[in-house]
């Protein structure tokens, strides 16, 4: 059984979808939310920023990724 591997823009930031079922990884996000309230979703989004950060472990893909959603909002 064989990984996926991401192939990095040259920035260093993957911006294509890596999931198999893209609509299923959204419903998950969208579930975990279901039934908190605001400041309960925002305190699960934190901690999911923070776990997921450490798990890239590479500060400038981070600080990509931080500006990408920026530019979005």
Known sequence: MSAAVAIPTASGLTRESRFADP???FRLLTQAHRDLDERASAALNARLVLILANHI?????????????????
């Open 57 to 73: 472990g590479d500060e400038q893909v981070l600080r990509e990724a931080v500006a990408l959603a920026r530019e979005a909002s």
């Open 23 to 25: 609509d299923s990884a």
